[in-house]
């Protein structure tokens, strides 16, 4: 089982579509998790940690289910913003190791 | 944004010469982070230093070697690279000991090896 594992996508969605990532991870000792995203040739940016209660910001939700081990992001009223990849990370029991998902590509369409 | 720079942006280099990319944080963070970001492939943690001493060092070949000289400057330091070797290299930083461990990005080097 790959250490964090995304469904790559493509995702191609309508405006104003709800669209949900899910994200796999194989350390049980993980602590710390965290939805990035990268658009085309850009560095990744940090969207929310996800907290064990759930977190909301905005149009954008995040939940962790430990005893599955995954985490998800769902993106609601989706916009043409929006559209870019993906990244899950998860600590692997060491905060100073961090690794990454291979992404899940998002686009968004009028 | 300035919080993490990153110079050159741009790097075309023989497999015989030898470079270095820089980091910066402006972020007041006390860990540092190098990965690797190739094509179809998830980021790669290269190294990291955390109050200044290096913790982690995943296999990473000799040809690659970080320098970390305070909290805020993080280098990279590359020598008789491979073909293979060419990606996007990022640096990255975040507060450990009591901080939220959530990572900032800089803009990368895109590098290539000829």
């Known amino acids: 089982r790959k250490e964090v594992e995304q469904d790559p996508g493509p995702f191609n969605v309508p405006e104003g579509a709800t669209v949900a990532f899910n994200c796999t991870y194989s350390?049980?000792?993980?602590?710390?998790f965290f939805w990035y995203r990268q658009d085309c040739r850009k560095e990744p940016k940090l969207l929310m940690s996800?907290?064990?209660s759930g977190n909301e910001d905005g149009r954008f939700t995040a939940q962790l289910n430990r005893a599955s081990q995954y985490i998800s992001l769902l993106i609601r009223d989706s916009k043409l913003s929006d559209s870019a990849t993906y990244l899950c990370?998860?600590?692997?029991?060491?905060?100073?190791?961090?690794?990454f998902g291979a992404g899940t590509r998002l686009t968004v369409k009028p | 944004e300035t919080g993490v720079t990153q110079t050159p942006r741009h790097l075309v280099m023989g497999m015989t010469n030898k470079k270095s990319l820089k980091c910066e944080q402006h972020?007041?963070?006390?860990?540092m982070y190098w990965y690797k970001q190739s094509a179809k492939k998830p980021l790669e943690l290269m190294f990291v230093?955390?109050?200044?001493?290096?913790?982690e060092n995943n296999s990473v070949p000799s040809r690659f070697s970080p320098e970390c000289p305070n909290s805020s400057h993080l280098f990279l330091h590359l020598h008789t690279l491979q073909p293979e070797d060419s990606a996007l290299y990022l640096c990255?930083?975040?507060?450990?000991?009591?901080?939220?461990?959530?990572?900032?990005f800089g803009p990368g080097t895109r590098l290539t090896v000829t």
């Open positions: 990255a930083s975040s507060q450990v000991e009591g901080g939220t461990y959530e990572q900032y």
């Open positions: 350390n049980s000792a993980s602590q710390s």
């Open positions: 996800v907290y064990s």
């Open positions: 990370v998860v600590n692997m029991g060491n905060n100073n190791d961090m690794r």
């Open positions: 972020l007041g963070h006390n860990a």
């Open positions: 230093y955390s109050l200044e001493e290096r913790v």
